[in-house]
């Protein structure tokens, strides 16, 4: 990594206050790390997302894995927010459930954080605003007036803005971080702008970078370098939203509409930005009722469209989902879950819709369901996704999370030429005695401006019709009608991979999750497996059709345990668990849940998996109790809550 | 609707005159009597009359009576849900200029249910003919009350008579922004195809409301305004600007305030064109932005667009 600082210590501010005193207690992690959590808190105005975002961006084009953590920022300016960055040299699949390194701007941020600060991790915080409990010997701490520093390094009128730049500064210093490499950063972040702006950011940096930190840390840190590996492709950052409508891009999705709602938005926000650019378009609608059906308005006239919203604009959609269902229409419908129901917990992560996704809707309404698991699989699924709407004409839901949403991961750069898929509508003739809905075939839905050259002309309808479209009320074309929509799904199932399994192939345990919650699942049957487990683990990525061959997998396990983050419902089984035990007949089928709305810590997973508590080899210490519930043994919801939820957003 | 008049056919096959048998399907399921038949035939005549490409005419409905219309003409159409058929709508013409976009309901359909989706997508004035077949009640529920239910008015929901105040679906169009706004009656064929064709030529959101009788729960309200039952069918007169005394009687359609008043008559009011305003179409004006920001991207393709994206990304 680059050693050249950028001001030479000895041009560190004079009359800097001298940072409060260690506090006794040694740093003794190695100087040569591969992973750390950098966990930044302070108030939603005060740009600590965008400090985490340079961090996680220079790791990315560093070939360091990284993910990131975010509460959404109030709108309402001054709520409490917090980024947290993990940079590994191995893979990084979980944001990590502590941190070794604090940054506290304020002192709630101290208060609300100093739990999820490893023991002998390291506090850093604004000694111009918190005064931490210095008898605590178990971390090490450093006092910083980071507020006074910025405000006379960049002179009065900027007040304290610039804090974040000053931090990313000291930290880049502490962590070794390539210098130049995170100024180039900054310099793009801001192109464009007014160019005080960037030397503003730039006299910020450098102070943080001056700072004499070495006085008080006993040493810096530094990520082992990883080599890039021969003919591998560069690594690009993004968070979950850009992946998924970046994603649609690339699967030649080029029409939809929406109506704003957290965690959504932001999808709606790039298409209708980006889609002009390709030559399409991205209408915001009156409502969500509104949104479907230009949505299938497009679809109908031969573009494949998406729409998309969280549970309250997924419940409004819900009647021209079924429409979509029985007309045979394709659409991509993005539900990013957040807590419910109603308007529940906006800011929060929750996987409850799940079977309003499956079965949202009156009467059978086939549809597809695929869950994304990483950021990176936010991409490929709406690849998936689109490829799915169009070959089997049908609606087909992508969910995602808050989680997925805000957390910001690097990826291996996706092969464009081998994925950019051409949205034009096929306006060939169709030849005679073309029926829409043949009973023998999957429907393939036929735009305006195809001519036939029998001259009849195909209908989509939503009443119950016969192969031409024409209504019908004939039990027996709604029997063959209701199964050959039914069918179809069927077809998929069998084209569908088995996952595979993670970990021990056969053996006590298998753990069974599905979206955001990858991660910590992943990470918990690895850490169980250390300690001897003989347990596997298993993600789900379509989960409506499931694909075929899943019971040979449960087979050979003692335990199948379904991790996931939504209620244990009246009968003791998440939403995933009671449509497994429904599908499989499986007693041995068992629910791990939980609706604190906060993303699974391993250690969560383990407790309630194992029902003992568990520490790590690296002898963590406890963490502060959690909700968490188990089939029939849920405990009471801890209603002190760790976490604060910014108020002002619906 | 201007801009969907060229058309590309697929030059090895022939296109045969479009008839009227052409353009027929199903006989329609409606009661014997019922005024939607009357709008159908018009429809029909405008399509023959205009030879618009059979490929290229899109007939849409939500639900209700008046919203069967698809199933009787042989074209590409859908039936869509109960109100949600204006955006549904809007999704047609703004992705695809080239069709002739038809869209046909009930009062229920469009003030009830779907007035909100009304409402905006008169705002938007996305470009398309919009046909109310408003017979002042609930057909295909039989006998509700329905938002253009007079006062008094005695439906299964209402027994002693309707009590709410009922839309003025003139005033509502015209505060609404719609730009194109007529009335006219389904025993008046020939007025009937008249503002059909002149919504057609209309680019933008063109909305026409037809009192249609429902002669199973609704039968002879629109007496008053049929010669033929005794009553008299009053048509606006529009302006001629030639500078005659008798022009400034005349109904000026691009006064606001003028069509407002007109609004105002009691029932059965005048027929024709009340309003008319050539403001922009959001057809016209998302295309704008689409060629501009092509423009900047240089014309790149989507690969290579989205490769530079990335990039920014690394
Ligand atoms: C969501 C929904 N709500 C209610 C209905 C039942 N419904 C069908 S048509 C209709 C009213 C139709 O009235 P109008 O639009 O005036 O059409 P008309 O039958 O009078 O031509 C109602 C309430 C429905 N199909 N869908
Ligand atoms: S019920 Fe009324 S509106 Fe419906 S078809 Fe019969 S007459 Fe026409
Ligand atoms: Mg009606």
């Known amino acids: 990594m680059n050693e050249t600082p950028v001001v030479p210590e000895s041009d560190a501010p004079t009359g800097a206050p001298t940072a409060n005193p260690a506090s006794g207690r040694a740093d003794l992690r190695p100087e040569n790390i591969n992973d750390a959590v950098i966990r930044l808190a302070g108030n939603s105005q005060d740009g600590i997302q965008s400090a985490g975002a340079f961090l996680a961006r220079l790791a990315g084009r560093s070939d360091q894995d990284v993910m990131t953590y975010m509460t959404i920022p109030s709108t309402i300016s001054g709520g409490p927010s917090l980024f947290q960055v993990r940079i590994g040299t191995g893979e990084v699949l979980s944001s990590g459930d502590e941190a070794d390194f604090l940054v506290a701007?304020?002192?709630?941020?101290?208060?609300?954080?100093?739990?999820?600060?490893?023991?002998?991790?390291?506090?850093?915080?604004?000694?111009?605003?918190?005064?931490?409990?210095?008898?605590?010997?178990?971390?090490?701490?450093?006092?910083?007036?980071?507020?006074?520093?910025?405000?006379?390094?960049?002179?009065?009128?900027?007040?304290?803005?610039?804090?974040?730049?000053?931090?990313?500064?000291?930290?880049?210093?502490?962590?070794?971080?390539?210098?130049?490499?995170?100024?180039?950063?900054?310099?793009?972040?801001?192109?464009?702008?007014?160019?005080?702006?960037?030397?503003?950011?730039?006299?910020?940096?450098?102070?943080?970078?001056?700072?004499?930190?070495?006085?008080?840390?006993?040493?810096?840190?530094?990520?082992?370098?990883?080599?890039?590996?021969?003919?591998?492709?560069?690594?690009?950052t993004m968070d979950g939203n850009q992946a998924i409508a970046y994603g649609l891009i690339a699967a030649g999705v080029r029409y939809g509409a929406g109506y704003p709602i957290t965690p959504w938005s932001s999808i709606m926000e790039i298409l209708r930005s980006e889609l002009p650019k390709y030559g399409g378009l991205f209408v915001q609608a009156e409502d969500e009722l509104g949104a479907v059906s230009l949505a299938l308005g497009f679809s109908f006239s031969g573009y494949l469209a998406v729409t998309g919203s969280a549970g309250p604009g997924i419940s409004l959609k819900t009647e021209a989902i079924g429409w979509a269902s029985m007309a045979e229409m394709?659409?991509?419908?993005?539900?990013?879950?957040?807590?419910?129901?109603?308007?529940?917990?906006?800011?929060?992560?929750?996987?409850?819709?799940?079977?309003?996704?499956?079965?949202?809707?009156?009467?059978?309404?086939?549809?597809?369901?695929?869950?994304?698991?990483?950021?990176?699989?936010?991409?490929?699924?709406?690849?998936?996704?689109?490829?799915?709407?169009?070959?089997?004409?049908?609606?087909?839901?992508?969910?995602?999370?808050?989680?997925?949403?805000?957390?910001?991961?690097?990826?291996?750069?996706?092969?464009?030429?081998?994925?950019?898929?051409?949205?034009?509508?096929?306006?060939?003739?169709?030849?005679?005695?073309?029926?829409?809905?043949?009973?023998?075939?999957?429907?393939?839905?036929?735009?305006?401006?195809?001519?036939?050259?029998?001259?009849?002309?195909?209908?989509?309808?939503?009443?119950?019709?016969?192969?031409?479209?024409?209504?019908?009320?004939?039990?027996k074309l709604h029997m063959a009608m209701t199964a050959k929509r039914r069918k179809k799904l069927q077809k998929l199932a069998e084209e569908i991979p088995v996952p595979e399994v993670y970990?021990?192939?056969?053996?006590?345990?298998?753990?069974?999750?599905?979206?955001?919650?990858?991660?910590?699942?992943?990470?918990?049957?690895?850490?169980?497996?250390?300690?001897?487990?003989?347990?596997?683990?298993?993600?789900?990525?379509?989960?409506?059709?499931?694909?075929?061959?899943?019971?040979?997998?449960?087979?050979?396990?003692?335990?199948?345990?379904?991790?996931?983050?939504?209620?244990?419902?009246?009968?003791?089984?998440?939403q995933l668990a009671t449509i497994l035990r429904a599908r499989y007949c499986e007693p041995k089928i068992e629910s791990v849940t939980k609706t604190d709305g906060l993303t699974f810590r391993v250690k969560e997973i383990l407790e309630g998996v194992f029902k003992r508590s568990f520490a790590d080899k690296k002898g963590r210490r406890d963490s502060p109790k959690r909700p968490l519930s188990g089939n029939g043994t849920g405990q009471d919801v801890d209603l002190a809550r760790a976490e604060v939820i910014p108020q002002g957003i619906g | 609707m201007s801009e969907t008049t060229t058309a590309t056919p697929p030059a090895e096959i022939p296109r045969e005159k479009l008839t009227k048998k052409a353009?027929?399907?199903?006989?329609?399921?409606?009661?014997?009597?019922?005024?939607?038949?009357?709008?159908?035939?018009?429809?029909?005549?405008?399509?023959e009359k205009r030879q618009l490409d059979h490929e290229k005419i899109v007939t849409l409905a939500g639900i209700g009576c008046s919203s069967r219309f698809p199933y009787f003409v042989n074209g590409f159409g859908a039936h869509f849900?109960?109100?949600?058929?204006?955006?549904?709508?809007?999704?047609?013409?703004?992705?695809?200029?080239?069709?002739?976009?038809?869209?046909?309901?009930?009062?229920?359909?469009?003030?009830?249910?779907?007035?909100?989706?009304?409402?905006?997508?008169?705002?938007?004035?996305?470009?398309?003919?919009?046909?109310?077949?408003?017979?002042?009640?609930?057909?295909?529920?039989?006998?509700?009350?329905?938002?253009?239910?007079?006062?008094?008015?005695?439906?299964?929901?209402?027994?002693?008579?309707?009590?709410?105040?009922?839309?003025?679906?003139?005033?509502k169009l015209i505060s609404a922004g719609a730009s194109f706004v007529a009335r006219t009656h389904a025993t008046q064929v020939n007025h009937m195809i008249q503002m059909i064709e002149r919504a057609m030529d209309h680019p933008g959101f063109s909305v026409i409301e037809c009192l249609s009788e429902c002669v199973e729960f609704f039968p002879d309200v629109f007496d008053p305004a049929d010669p033929r039952k005794g009553g008299s069918f009053e048509v606006i007169q529009e302006r001629k600007w030639d500078n005659t005394p008798e022009d400034e009687m005349r109904h000026d359609v691009t006064d606001e305030l003028a069509a407002y008043k007109l609004a105002q008559l009691p029932f059965p009011g005048v027929f024709g064109v009340f309003y008319q305003s050539d403001r922009p179409t959001k057809n016209a004006l998302e295309k704008k932005w689409i060629e501009s920001s092509r423009e900047k991207t240089g014309n790149a393709s989507d690969l290579e667009l989205l490769q530079k994206t990335f990039d920014r990304m690394k």
């Open chain 1, 330 to 475: 394709p659409l991509i419908i993005c539900n990013i879950q957040r807590g419910g129901p109603s308007t529940g917990l906006p800011t929060n992560v929750e996987q409850s819709d799940l079977h309003q996704a499956i079965f949202g809707g009156h009467g059978d309404s086939p549809r597809v369901v695929l869950a994304a698991s990483t950021v990176e699989d936010c991409f490929y699924i709406a690849i998936e996704a689109a490829r799915i709407a169009r070959k089997y004409s049908t609606p087909v839901f992508i969910l995602s999370d808050t989680s997925l949403a805000t957390r910001i991961e690097a990826f291996d750069e996706p092969d464009l030429s081998k994925l950019m898929i051409d949205p034009k509508p096929d306006l060939t003739p169709r030849a005679s005695g073309f029926k829409p809905y043949d009973i023998e075939r999957i429907t393939q839905h036929v735009p305006p401006g195809a001519r036939m050259i029998d001259g009849k002309y195909p209908l989509v309808s939503g009443l119950e019709h016969d192969e031409m479209g024409h209504p019908t009320g004939s039990p």
């Open chain 2, 81 to 171: 849900i109960h109100g949600r058929a204006v955006p549904l709508a809007s999704g047609i013409s703004l992705a695809r200029p080239d069709l002739n976009v038809f869209l046909f309901g009930g009062d229920g359909d469009g003030f009830s249910i779907g007035g909100n989706h009304l409402e905006h997508g008169a705002r938007k004035n996305i470009n398309l003919v919009y046909f109310i077949m408003d017979n002042f009640v609930y057909g295909l529920t039989k006998k509700q009350t329905s938002p253009t239910s007079p006062i008094g008015f005695k439906s299964k929901t209402d027994p002693t008579g309707a009590i709410d105040m009922p839309v003025n679906p003139m005033k």
């Open chain 1, 105 to 236: 701007f304020y002192q709630h941020s101290y208060q609300d954080n100093i739990d999820f600060l490893k023991e002998g991790g390291v506090l850093l915080y604004d000694s111009d605003n918190v005064e931490p409990n210095l008898d605590d010997k178990r971390f090490v701490y450093v006092g910083v007036p980071i507020t006074g520093l910025t405000v006379e390094a960049l002179g009065g009128t900027a007040k304290d803005k610039g804090k974040n730049i000053f931090i990313l500064g000291l930290i880049a210093k502490i962590f070794s971080l390539d210098v130049e490499k995170l100024k180039r950063l900054i310099s793009e972040k801001f192109a464009g702008k007014d160019e005080s702006i960037v030397n503003t950011a730039m006299m910020a940096f450098q102070a943080g970078y001056a700072y004499p930190v070495g006085k008080i840390l006993s040493h810096h840190y530094q990520f082992e370098k990883v080599a890039r590996k021969p003919g591998a492709r560069a690594q690009i």
């Open chain 1, 503 to 574: 970990g021990d192939q056969k053996g006590d345990t298998l753990l069974v999750g599905w979206g955001s919650t990858y991660g910590p699942i992943h990470d918990a049957a690895k850490l169980a497996r250390e300690q001897g487990e003989k347990i596997g683990s298993l993600h789900l990525r379509h989960i409506h059709p499931l694909p075929n061959g899943l019971e040979k997998i449960f087979a050979k396990f003692k335990r199948i345990v379904v991790v996931e983050m939504n209620d244990q419902g009246v009968y003791g089984f998440g």
């Open chain 2, 23 to 47: 353009i027929t399907a199903d006989h329609p399921t409606w009661c014997p009597g019922c005024g939607d038949f009357a709008v159908l035939a018009s429809y029909y005549k405008v399509i």
